[in-house]
């Protein structure tokens, strides 16, 4: 065995591999840069899943104006006086600051009452503002401007506002303008906003300022090596200040879980229903979940979440000094991290056993060592590095590397090849230095549950509807299903169309056919929510069909070596099929077959009668889940 050589030996073999990954680099980033953008928040989203604290959070509470307020209470906007009964319960029970996410841009009669109310119980209030260029719309009067001589540069410029109407002007204000990503998810948010050349700051500043009877100093260009790029100075946050990045916003830190907040509804709070002195002392935020309020987010940890969940995180964030700073020379950094490891995949290249599993093997390593390496950092010292783009390049190298080593390599079998030829037959010899793959099926038998959800009449709706809006009605449901599926410990087969095929029993996991049921009445009820209701110019309704059969099957990989596919084939995904089609005939949106019938009970079935199905030589007997069930 060959020894490892030295850099000297390492590094100038290695230049031509690193000039090309660089390159490809160079050209994956600049026509991907959106999609390695997204990978990069994504991948967070994943480190503040796997570490949000649980831990009870009883400094901030929130109060939210639900679906059962609305139900109890009528239906929003409230009366000025239902609001300053609520911001007085709040008082009452303790609390020491009061955050609305609520906008009042109209006036009313009860505007003196309630701004006088609001100033005892200290309350803020909020506002938004438009930073697309093309929206120029405006509501209200805005207010809470900080005395600065002019606005940064680099802070968000806006267009239009939706503010509180001129009588609230004495009330301190903050924005609740959110910075939307690409992918719909909100993960940062700006701290300052300029309008007309003044600056507002963002309601969980104000609220802090209010809290701690501090003022906001003009931001600051950042110093030291883990500096931000700007820092706003202020004794309401951590002795190095506010971190902000180039943009002017500042990172939502998700590092405890939504559960962990304690969620009062609006109704209770009235209605004197609060625990005693869970409030004492308190910051209460006050908004709202309802859907039809329109205040949903989409979160690392939910496509729909109510926007108080922002300013709750911010503001634990900063009490905790947990806010993820980005050091303005990350760049620097994630540079210095690419060197050296192009360094070391160049001295472990020169190994001479199997070097290109070692390459590829260390590419990947260092791919998931520097994502690790990004969480540790992120969730213990709150430092933000992009290991993306370092982590692309360390991979292009490694596999550039790998196929010059695998090109020397191939060259040494070649020359092995012919040796072994003149004394040993070519099939031989071809054996000796290759290994062909293997076509063979790679499948079991098992009992699975299937589950089989199509979309009625969605023909019909593609036809008289935009194509984007048909794709995100197929979209949300796939979404949702998915959602479900996972949810109850099922797993998805395929997409089909406008169809989705789930199973259980798949895997390792068992087929559970009372899961499969459970999940088929969730996904009807919340196809009722997902799916858009009949219009007008509608030949007919989106409905859904579902059918369900349990029985045996063949799961596993079928095809050749080259592409391989993975299929649970046998009656119950058949039964499952047909099950479905038979609900339109016999108007139940779900239909189960023998098979699962006989192994699920407790359920009402209604028994639909024996049919001989098509494509079976065996009448089978068909159940249905009572429609009033799923009402209930």
Same mark, same amino acid.
């Given at each position: 065995?060959?020894?490892?050589? !030295?850099?000297?030996?390492?590094?100038?073999?290695?230049?031509?591999?690193?000039?090309?990954?660089?390159?490809?680099?160079?050209?994956?980033?600049?026509?991907?840069?959106?999609?390695?953008?997204?990978?990069?928040?994504?991948?967070?989203?994943?480190?503040?899943?796997?570490?949000?604290?649980?831990?009870?959070?009883?400094?901030?509470?929130?109060?939210?104006?639900?679906?059962?307020?609305?139900?109890?209470?009528?239906?929003?906007?409230?009366?000025?006086?239902?609001?300053?009964?609520?911001?007085?319960?709040?008082?009452?029970?303790?609390?020491?600051?009061?955050?609305?996410?609520?906008? @009042?841009?109209?006036?009313?009669?009860?505007?003196?009452?309630?701004?006088?109310?609001?100033?005892?119980?200290?309350?803020?209030? #909020?506002?938004?503002?438009?930073?697309?260029?093309?929206?120029?719309?405006?509501?209200?009067?805005?207010?809470?401007?900080?005395?600065?001589?002019?606005?940064?540069?680099?802070?968000?410029?806006?267009?239009?506002?939706?503010?509180?109407?001129?009588?609230?002007?004495?009330?301190?204000?903050?924005?609740?303008?959110?910075?939307?990503?690409?992918?719909?998810?909100?993960?940062?948010?700006?701290?300052?906003?300029?309008?007309?050349?003044?600056?507002?700051?963002?309601?969980?500043?104000?609220?802090?300022?209010?809290?701690?009877?501090?003022?906001?100093?003009?931001?600051?260009?950042?110093?030291?090596?883990?500096?931000?790029?700007?820092?706003?100075?202020?004794?309401?946050?951590?002795?190095?200040?506010?971190?902000?990045?180039?943009?002017?916003?500042?990172?939502?830190?998700?590092?405890?879980?939504?559960?962990?907040?304690?969620?009062?509804?609006?109704?209770?709070?009235?209605?004197?229903?609060?625990?005693?002195?869970?409030?004492?002392?308190?910051?209460?935020?006050?908004?709202?979940?309802?859907?039809?309020?329109?205040?949903?987010?989409?979160?690392? @940890?939910?496509?729909?979440?109510?926007?108080?969940?922002?300013?709750?995180?911010?503001?634990?964030?900063?009490?905790?000094?947990?806010?993820?700073?980005?050091?303005?020379?990350?760049?620097?950094?994630?540079?210095?991290?690419?060197?050296? !490891? $192009?360094?070391?995949?160049?001295?472990?290249?020169?190994?001479?056993?199997?070097?290109?599993?070692?390459?590829?093997?260390?590419?990947?390593?260092?791919?998931?060592?520097?994502?690790?390496?990004?969480?540790?950092?992120?969730?213990?010292?709150?430092?933000?590095?992009?290991?993306?783009?370092?982590?692309?390049?360390?991979?292009?190298?490694?596999?550039?590397?790998?196929?010059?080593?695998?090109?020397?390599?191939?060259?040494?079998?070649?020359?092995?090849?012919?040796?072994?030829?003149?004394?040993?037959?070519?099939?031989?010899?071809?054996?000796?230095?290759?290994?062909?793959?293997?076509?063979?099926?790679?499948?079991?038998?098992?009992?699975?549950?299937?589950?089989?959800?199509?979309?009625?009449?969605?023909?019909?709706?593609?036809?008289?509807?935009?194509?984007?809006? #048909?794709?995100?009605?197929?979209?949300?449901?796939?979404?949702?299903?998915?959602?479900?599926?996972?949810?109850?410990?099922?797993?998805?087969?395929?997409?089909?169309?406008?169809?989705?095929?789930?199973?259980? !029993?798949?895997?390792?996991?068992?087929?559970?056919?009372?899961?499969?049921?459970?999940?088929?009445?969730?996904?009807?009820?919340?196809?009722?929510?997902?799916?858009?209701?009949?219009?007008?110019?509608?030949?007919?309704?989106?409905?859904? !069909?579902?059918?369900?059969? $349990?029985?045996?099957? $063949?799961?596993?990989?079928?095809?050749? #070596?080259?592409?391989?596919?993975?299929?649970?084939?046998?009656?119950?995904?058949?039964?499952?099929?047909?099950?479905?089609?038979?609900?339109?005939?016999?108007?139940?949106?779900?239909?189960?077959?023998?098979?699962?019938?006989?192994?699920?009970?407790?359920?009402?079935?209604?028994?639909?009668?024996?049919?001989?199905?098509?494509?079976?030589?065996?009448?089978?007997?068909?159940? #249905?889940?009572?429609?009033?069930?799923?009402?209930?």
């Amino acid at each position: 065995m060959r020894r490892l050589v !030295g850099w000297g030996g390492a590094l100038p073999s290695a230049l031509s591999p690193a000039l090309i990954a660089a390159g490809l680099w160079w050209l994956i980033c600049l026509v991907f840069a959106s999609t390695l953008t997204a990978l990069e928040e994504r991948s967070s989203d994943w480190i503040w899943r796997a570490s949000a604290s649980t831990v009870r959070e009883s400094r901030i509470i929130l109060v939210d104006i639900d679906e059962v307020s609305l139900a109890q209470l009528g239906p929003w906007p409230w009366s000025r006086q239902r609001v300053a009964e609520l911001s007085d319960k709040l008082a009452a029970e303790g609390a020491s600051l009061q955050v609305l996410d609520i906008i @009042f841009p109209t006036s009313s009669s009860g505007d003196p009452k309630l701004v006088e109310r609001l100033k005892k119980n200290n309350a803020v209030l #909020a506002q938004t503002f438009a930073l697309d260029a093309n929206v120029h719309a405006s509501s209200g009067q805005p207010a809470g401007s900080l005395s600065w001589a002019a606005c940064p540069a680099n802070l968000p410029v806006a267009q239009g506002f939706v503010a509180n109407e001129a009588a609230f002007g004495s009330l301190p204000v903050g924005h609740i303008t959110p910075h939307i990503e690409e992918d719909g998810n909100l993960r940062r948010q700006p701290a300052l906003i300029c309008y007309q050349d003044k600056v507002y700051p963002a309601l969980f500043i104000v609220a802090l300022s209010k809290a701690l009877s501090v003022g906001v100093s003009p931001i600051e260009a950042g110093t030291g090596l883990l500096a931000p790029a700007w820092r706003l100075p202020s004794p309401s946050f951590e002795k190095s200040g506010l971190p902000l990045d180039s943009q002017g916003l500042v990172r939502v830190p998700w590092a405890l879980h939504p559960d962990a907040f304690i969620s009062l509804s609006a109704a209770d709070v009235l209605a004197g229903r609060t625990p005693k002195n869970l409030l004492q002392n308190a910051w209460v935020i006050v908004g709202s979940s309802a859907l039809g309020l329109n205040d949903r987010i989409a979160t690392p @940890f939910s496509g729909n979440s109510a926007g108080l969940m922002v300013h709750a995180q911010l503001l634990r964030g900063v009490l905790d000094g947990v806010i993820p700073t980005q050091p303005r020379l990350a760049p620097a950094y994630t540079t210095l991290i690419a060197l050296l !490891g $192009t360094m070391l995949l160049a001295t472990l290249g020169r190994l001479r056993r199997k070097p290109v599993f070692i390459l590829v093997l260390s590419g990947l390593a260092m791919v998931f060592a520097l994502w690790v390496v990004k969480g540790w950092l992120l969730t213990r010292y709150s430092l933000w590095f992009e290991w993306v783009s370092p982590a692309l390049y360390l991979l292009l190298f490694a596999l550039c590397m790998g196929l010059f080593e695998y090109a020397r390599d191939r060259l040494e079998r070649d020359r092995i090849y012919k040796h072994l030829a003149s004394y040993l037959p070519g099939p031989v010899a071809a054996a000796l230095t290759q290994q062909a793959p293997s076509d063979a099926i790679d499948a079991d038998r098992r009992i699975i549950t299937v589950l089989h959800a199509n979309i009625r009449n969605f023909a019909v709706y593609c036809e008289t509807r935009p194509p984007e809006e #048909a794709a995100a009605v197929l979209h949300a449901f796939f979404s949702m299903v998915t959602r479900l599926v996972e949810a109850h410990g099922g797993m998805i087969e395929t997409f089909q169309g406008d169809a989705i095929v789930a199973v259980w !029993g798949g895997g390792a996991e068992a087929a559970n056919p009372e899961q499969a049921l459970v999940t088929a009445v969730a996904i009807l009820q919340e196809s009722w929510k997902t799916l858009p209701p009949p219009q007008p110019d509608e030949l007919a309704p989106l409905v859904l !069909g579902i059918g369900l059969e $349990t029985g045996m099957a $063949t799961v596993g990989s079928f095809g050749l #070596a080259r592409r391989r596919t993975h299929l649970a084939i046998g009656h119950p995904v058949t039964m499952a099929a047909l099950l479905q089609e038979m609900t339109i005939e016999l108007a139940h949106p779900i239909l189960l077959g023998e098979g699962i019938v006989a192994s699920v009970g407790g359920h009402r079935l209604v028994s639909q009668g024996v049919f001989l199905l098509e494509g079976l030589k065996t009448p089978c007997h068909i159940y #249905a889940y009572p429609l009033r069930d799923c009402v209930e």
